[in-house]
């Protein structure tokens, strides 16, 4: 075992005995102080009012010529977020949609081809879409990267002064789950980009990239180091949304996903990438839906978690977060 991962694992195991709960963790109950962490917002009202709403309560305006990176949804799948959800928030910010191109060959593989899939997904009709690695890409600087020396995202992706990381929450056929932190890790990324992280900084040869052994934590790993560049990147131009509906175990990269097993749970948004990711799993554990154990088992199959771990041992965010319900305000 390496170093790092046994170093970990000591943090981890004193982690379990100060670590609080999930409902510990939620510090936004009335009549309880909170504690100095990062605030996650949540509403059930998965509707373009609920989306804006809480955009808002973030308090952070997307300023300038703003990326609204989503995923625009693999050809053949229908779980990706639906057009009509986040129109009105994307033309309030005057947002461009931002996509990259995949790294396995399918109807996103090229720049012509992703477009279409955007048009044909409904994404073209509400706002502009930039494909970022049309062009080509362009290697961001990252500071003390364990796999990865650097982090290779589309050419396009410089040129815009505020990021909204818009994440479609569900399950993930290789991360365990997709969130915001895959989202602004892998979804930034060109292809080369794409192929460098899951190689975990092996090769950017998108020829190599399913044939390379990879461990699965250096994967996770290399995820959230590749988020943790664009945090850097951004300084506080950024914000993240997670919309956790159509819980499917499977990606939106997925052309024939499976159909989620339990009920939607809301839109979440934090200026914390990790604690966000981390109050989406939370939702999932602690719900009473017994379509759940599906999502579950995926995300620790995968050793999911390990991603909001390695995160949060990096500095790119903290799994301690104050929860606060904008239902009940």
Not at 234 to 256: Q, R, T
Not at 271 to 292: E, F, H, I, M, Q
Request: one cysteine or more.
């Amino acid at each position: 075992m390496k170093l790092k991962h046994l170093i970990l694992s000591a943090a981890l195991v004193l982690a379990t005995v100060t670590t609080a709960t999930a409902q510990d963790r939620h510090m936004g109950q009335p009549g309880r102080k909170p504690a100095p962490y990062p605030t996650v917002y949540m509403t059930k009202d998965i509707s373009p009012a609920g989306l804006q709403k809480i955009y808002e309560a973030l308090g952070r305006k997307a300023t300038g010529k703003v990326a609204v990176k989503i995923s625009t949804g693999e050809p053949g799948g229908s779980n990706y977020l639906d057009p009509k959800l986040i129109k009105d928030f994307v033309k309030s910010v005057n947002g461009t949609i931002v996509e990259c191109n995949t790294a396995y060959k399918g109807k996103r593989f090229t720049a012509s081809d992703h477009m279409e899939a955007a048009r044909e997904h409904g994404f073209t009709e509400i706002a502009p879409v930039d494909i970022m690695d049309a062009e080509g890409d362009i290697k961001l600087p990252m500071t003390d990267g364990t796999h990865l020396d650097y982090d290779i995202v589309g050419s396009h992706y410089p040129g815009y002064d505020f990021t909204v990381i818009l994440s479609h929450f569900k399950g993930h056929a290789m991360g365990g789950f997709g969130g915001a932190i895959k989202n602004m890790s892998i979804g930034i990324a060109s292809s080369a980009g794409k192929t460098y992280i899951h190689t975990a900084g092996q090769t950017e040869d998108v020829e190599k990239v399913w044939t390379t052994k990879v461990e699965q934590d250096d994967f996770l790993e290399s995820m959230a180091e590749a988020a943790k560049c664009i945090a850097d990147h951004a300084g506080e131009n950024i914000i993240y949304i997670n919309v956790a509906n159509n819980l499917s175990v499977d990606c939106d990269c997925d052309s024939h996903p499976a159909a989620p097993a339990m009920g939607d749970l809301g839109i979440l948004a934090s200026l914390d990438p990790v604690a966000l990711d981390r109050a989406c799993t939370d939702l999932v554990r602690d719900s009473d839906d017994p379509g759940k154990v599906h999502l579950i088992e995926r995300i620790d199959s995968r050793n999911g978690m390990h991603t909001l771990e390695w995160a949060e041992e990096i500095g790119l965010g903290t799994q301690r977060y104050n929860f606060v319900s904008l239902d009940e305000q």
